[in-house]
């Protein structure tokens, strides 16, 4: 009886810290959170809903690894009126950047690279690199001088290459990656990542390489380069790595057929007023990009999902690498990842995948030092504050919009509902 008593307590001391490392629902209170407070976020988006800023928005907020607030605010589309759901997919565009990042380094950790080895060892194009010396806008001719450094695996993590970004980018790498055929990386559903990589390698650069941060094509790269590391297709390896071992049931590429009712319709709110997107986004991109058969697997760019999907992921890090019984990382890699790298910048903090937040830019934000964020192009936003073990998501639905502030707004509504 003794041994069964000891048994029965090792297996719920299993089964309890297993549960630990997975998001699941509890009461606010529970988790030093206020309900009452908490529902002034619920006033927030409304207001913003009211004031069609924005269609609807998904909110999801966690702490300690609970569920604490998950709530769809507004409408799936303005026409119909059908509630948005919890479960509803979005673009997350950049937010793919991170998922990326994380990739990189679990092939890291299997000794497939160094982080400071040249690009070029891996994909001979960039080979010998130039710096954009002149540009004619007639033509978008240019010249050019050679480099001092080759781009490293680092550049591309902590975006110091000095590649530059097609549709969103400087007027005059907008133009030289047109010319040549290099997108911006969604929507293009024809094309496949490794011709267009290859192009770019033989590009000019904006700078030297770690000169400075210029926000680009370098996740791109890095999707490629995991295809090449990997010997599997990158769409493959998430979900086969780091999607099915994390339970993100929701995360794709390219969307199944039967969750294409599920991708929320993308607006426009360049006019300042709401109006779903009839034509194409930056560089010719389809709005329902999503929906394709597509084969380029954008590492910057090209993902959608739910809020709750990528909560899991930002749980990961959280956990120090560890989600649902299974370990990605080590914690010796996740602290390294978020590090800052930038050493020439004291406003630009960013680790390999994301902005930091780090004694040099606290005073701007209610955040704790140490927590990583990003964003992406249709208004979603996420953060995750190791100290106070918060995960805060929201996502919107909206291109060229002039309310992007909802993100740092939603911060604040978190932040002030804490009560421990």
């Not at 004619?136 to 975006?159: F, G, M, Q, W």
């Not at 299974?326 to 630009?348: A, C, G, P, Y």
């Amino acid at each position: 009886m003794k041994n069964f008593t000891v048994l029965l307590f090792i297996q719920l001391f299993f089964l309890s810290s297993l549960c630990a490392q997975v998001l699941l629902p509890a009461k606010p209170e529970t988790e030093g959170m206020s309900p009452e407070r908490l529902t002034r976020v619920d006033q927030f988006v409304q207001e913003y809903i009211k004031n069609e800023w924005i269609p609807g928005a998904v909110v999801f907020i966690a702490r300690n690894g609970k569920i604490i607030h998950h709530k769809a605010y507004g409408s799936y589309h303005s026409d119909t009126k059908a509630p948005l759901k919890k479960d509803d997919i979005f673009r997350i565009a950049s937010q793919t950047k991170a998922i990326t990042s994380l990739a990189v380094m679990m092939l890291w950790e299997e000794g497939k690279f160094q982080l400071d080895e040249p690009v070029s060892k891996y994909i001979p194009e960039f080979n010998n690199p130039k710096i954009l010396k002149t540009f004619n806008a007639a033509d978008s001719s240019y010249t050019t001088e050679p480099a001092k450094r080759e781009v490293t695996i680092r550049h591309l993590l902590t975006h110091t290459s000095g590649i530059d970004y097609a549709a969103i980018g400087s007027t005059e790498f907008k133009a030289i990656y047109a010319k040549a055929g290099v997108p911006s990386g969604i929507g293009n559903e024809k094309d496949v990542l490794s011709d267009k990589m290859k192009i770019l390698g033989t590009l000019p650069l904006k700078h030297e390489p770690g000169e400075r941060f210029t926000y680009g094509l370098n996740t791109d790269v890095l999707g490629y380069l995991i295809e090449i590391w990997s010997g599997m297709s990158f769409d493959k390896f998430l979900k086969t790595r780091v999607f099915d071992p994390l339970g993100m049931k929701d995360t794709y590429f390219f969307l199944p057929s039967h969750k294409h009712n599920r991708l929320v319709p993308l607006y426009s709110g360049s006019e300042g007023k709401l109006k779903e997107l009839s034509n194409t986004a930056y560089d010719n991109v389809d709005p329902n990009y999503p929906k394709l058969n597509g084969k380029y697997f954008s590492g910057g760019a090209g993902l959608s999902s739910t809020a709750e999907d990528y909560a899991k992921f930002l749980q990961l890090f959280l956990n120090n690498g560890l989600y649902n019984g299974v370990r990605l990382l080590s914690r010796k890699t996740v602290e390294l990842m978020l590090t800052n790298q930038i050493q020439f910048s004291n406003d630009r903090q960013f680790g390999l995948g994301f902005g930091l937040e780090t004694a040099n830019n606290d005073y701007k934000s209610v955040v704790s030092i140490g927590s990583f964020n990003w964003a992406g192009a249709f208004n979603t936003h996420y953060w995750a504050d190791p100290k106070e073990k918060i995960i805060g998501i929201i996502f919107t639905n909206i291109y060229e919009t002039p309310y992007w502030s909802i993100g740092d707004q939603f911060k604040v509504m978190t932040y002030q509902a804490v009560n421990d």
